[in-house]
């Protein structure tokens, strides 16, 4: 498909165009808002505007992708993942083997991800402690798509928008719109502070703007089903209230506001490193913790050393 110049819903855009720049003026995501509230240098170095942009993968993201394809649905999963039909027999793969497949990967003819056996059963687990779970027992047997794109221009910087629900509804009026999380908690208060510290709020509102002005119908809401990935693999179903849906759209439009102003600096003339500046941009003196602080009112109020604790001293000394 061409590049995106209007506002809609697109079923047919795949994960690494919805990654890159599928639109006519440049995009960002969630992710990308997410790293540039961090730090603005950290979202160019994996930016797709970057010609010389760092790609990162690590045991845990791939394995929280796996599942997260594998929960929306298994030929999806397919389309991305396999086991090495070696591992499948608990045989060495051999050298020959990975080879043939790397060979395939650089040929652009094998896209797949090589997955552990061992992995793709605590998947499979996963998935069956959510059908089980009463609360998300039918979170994606409803009538709907997964991975559907939404693209829209923000009027006041320009900038496309884009945000990717895991699953919406066939009437996202009546139903709620769905992602899905797996975490290594989700204990409420520590999963209620991931919640806010991952922009899982940010997430949540860019979906509900970006339904309303895409379809011109506000969403019901967004429902997160979130899921531990050891066992007894805990699931439950959580939403963001009204007010909480309002904070995510404050702290994703200043991350956007940032945004456009570094892509003004380098439309100026500056280069990366000074159009994505670091955490600071001058020196500064270093911040006090707040634990040395309170260490240091309690120093203060220890008692001033005794005649008793004197005498001990000298005994010492003298030894």
């Given at each position: 498909m061409g590049k995106i110049a209007t506002a809609g819903l697109f079923l047919d855009l795949d994960i690494d165009s919805y990654?890159?720049?599928?639109?006519?003026?440049?995009?960002?995501?969630?992710?990308?808002?997410?790293?540039?509230?961090?730090?603005p240098a950290k979202y160019w170095a994996e930016s797709p505007l970057n010609p010389n942009r760092v790609t990162?993968?690590?045991?845990?993201?791939?394995?929280?992708k796996a599942a997260h394809a594998w929960v929306l649905g298994e030929p999806e999963f397919a389309r991305f993942w396999f086991v090495s039909p070696y591992e499948k027999h608990n045989e060495n793969p051999?050298?020959?083997?990975?080879?043939?497949?790397?060979?395939?990967?650089?040929?652009?003819?094998?896209?797949?991800?090589?997955?552990k056996s061992k992995d793709l059963d605590d998947i499979r687990a996963m998935a069956d402690a959510i059908k089980?779970?009463?609360?998300?027992?039918?979170?994606?047997?409803?009538?709907?798509?997964?991975?559907?794109?939404?693209?829209?221009?923000?009027?006041?910087?320009?900038?496309?928008l884009k945000s990717r629900p895991d699953f919406l509804p066939a009437d996202h009026t009546t139903q709620f719109t769905r992602e899905y999380k797996s975490a290594v908690s989700i204990e409420p208060r520590r999963l209620s502070n991931d919640a806010f510290r991952y922009f899982y709020d940010a997430q949540a509102a860019l979906a509900?703007?970006?339904?309303?002005?895409?379809t011109g119908?506000?969403?019901l809401g967004i429902a997160h089903i979130v899921q531990e990935k050891e066992p007894p693999y805990l699931c439950d179903l959580k939403m963001f209230a009204p007010e909480q849906i309002d904070i995510g759209r404050t702290r994703y439009r200043h991350a956007l506001r940032i945004f456009a102003r570094c892509?003004?600096?380098?439309?100026?003339?500056d280069p990366p490193h000074i159009a994505f500046p670091g955490?600071?941009?001058?020196?500064?003196?270093?911040?006090?913790?707040?634990?040395?602080?309170d260490n240091l009112m309690e120093m203060d109020d220890e008692p001033a050393s005794s005649g008793r604790a004197d005498e001990y001293g000298s005994i010492l000394a003298a030894l």
């Amino acid at each position: 498909m061409g590049k995106i110049a209007t506002a809609g819903l697109f079923l047919d855009l795949d994960i690494d165009s919805y990654h890159g720049e599928p639109t006519v003026g440049v995009s960002i995501s969630k992710s990308g808002l997410a790293k540039l509230t961090d730090c603005p240098a950290k979202y160019w170095a994996e930016s797709p505007l970057n010609p010389n942009r760092v790609t990162r993968k690590t045991a845990a993201l791939e394995f929280g992708k796996a599942a997260h394809a594998w929960v929306l649905g298994e030929p999806e999963f397919a389309r991305f993942w396999f086991v090495s039909p070696y591992e499948k027999h608990n045989e060495n793969p051999g050298k020959k083997w990975w080879d043939a497949w790397k060979a395939k990967v650089a040929a652009g003819t094998e896209s797949r991800t090589v997955i552990k056996s061992k992995d793709l059963d605590d998947i499979r687990a996963m998935a069956d402690a959510i059908k089980r779970t009463p609360q998300t027992a039918r979170a994606f047997d409803t009538k709907g798509a997964a991975e559907v794109s939404i693209v829209w221009q923000d009027e006041d910087t320009g900038i496309y928008l884009k945000s990717r629900p895991d699953f919406l509804p066939a009437d996202h009026t009546t139903q709620f719109t769905r992602e899905y999380k797996s975490a290594v908690s989700i204990e409420p208060r520590r999963l209620s502070n991931d919640a806010f510290r991952y922009f899982y709020d940010a997430q949540a509102a860019l979906a509900y703007d970006g339904l309303r002005i895409a379809t011109g119908k506000a969403p019901l809401g967004i429902a997160h089903i979130v899921q531990e990935k050891e066992p007894p693999y805990l699931c439950d179903l959580k939403m963001f209230a009204p007010e909480q849906i309002d904070i995510g759209r404050t702290r994703y439009r200043h991350a956007l506001r940032i945004f456009a102003r570094c892509l003004a600096r380098m439309k100026a003339g500056d280069p990366p490193h000074i159009a994505f500046p670091g955490y600071t941009t001058e020196p500064q003196f270093f911040s006090t913790p707040k634990w040395v602080t309170d260490n240091l009112m309690e120093m203060d109020d220890e008692p001033a050393s005794s005649g008793r604790a004197d005498e001990y001293g000298s005994i010492l000394a003298a030894l």
